[in-house]
């Protein structure tokens, strides 16, 4: 019963450097998420998406892209690393009924990422 | 816009007392509700949600939540407090036109023995 997988769990990169998380579900969700989680900021969202091949901005955008190939997977790519860019990424997922029946369905998540940027 | 407030960051507490932990929001629609909880180094949980229908809600753990529209509030409540209940709860709203979540700050429980 896997549910919401991330990968990897933990990273330090370097300023500059690139890198991209992996998330996978196995729920058959439509929709998927990657959060930021900073100290005193609850959590914030990045990109979400509402289908294959579909993909949307969130709160805080900048510096990251993201791609849903697959259903089952949602990439996170941070591509030139910056220290502001330290924190906890989550991702989560969820079901839709369909006619927008998205807002009343829980979100599912992963343990996170935690990602140090030196 | 929506927002959450969660208006305490942090709430101790003995085991076995009662406890509040506060939540306001802000939206010019109607909403959907949601409290999780986030054990240590681990992802979110759901703890209950509100949809619609009765205002008192309930969830595990012997968490519940009353929704109060006229205060936009949704505050979750627990009679008697374990141990194992420390961790941080996030409240959360959707409402329509948001294909996501908004959640508050966060509420880091902390009970004590």
Redesign the interface.
């Known amino acids: 019963n896997a549910g ?1 997988t991330q990968t990897p769990k933990f990273r330090v990169l370097k300023t500059g450097q690139s890198m991209t998380l992996l998330c996978a579900q196995d729920m058959n969700h439509e ?1 998927m ?1 990657w ?1 930021r989680q900073d100290p ?6 990045i990109h ?1 998406s ?1 289908g294959e091949g579909t993909t ?1 901005k ?1 709160e805080v955008p900048d510096g990251y892209n993201v791609s849903r190939l697959k259903k089952q997977n949602f990439l996170l790519g941070l591509e030139s690393a910056a220290p502001s860019q330290t924190s906890v990424y ?1 991702c ?1 997922s969820s079901y839709s009924t369909g006619t927008g029946g ?3 369905q ?2 599912h ?4 990422t935690r990602l140090s940027i030196l | 816009a929506q927002s959450v407030t969660q208006l305490d960051s942090q709430v101790p507490v003995f085991e076995e007392a009662p406890v509040e932990l506060r939540c306001n929001y802000s939206s010019s629609v109607s909403v959907y509700l949601f409290w999780y909880v986030q054990y240590p180094n681990q992802g979110l949980q759901l703890l209950l949600k509100y949809l619609s229908g009765s205002t008192l809600v309930k969830g595990i753990n012997g968490f519940e939540a009353e929704f109060n529209k006229s205060q936009t509030s949704f505050h979750l409540r627990k009679p008697s407090v374990h141990i194992s209940d420390t961790a941080e709860y996030f409240c959360a709203v959707s409402d329509e036109g948001r294909r996501a979540l908004t959640f508050g700050s966060g509420t880091r429980l902390q009970v004590q023995p």
């Open positions: 919401v929709y998420y959060y005193g900021m609850g959590l914030r969202l979400y509402v949307a969130g989550f989560a998205y807002r009343n829980p979100q998540f992963g343990d996170g």
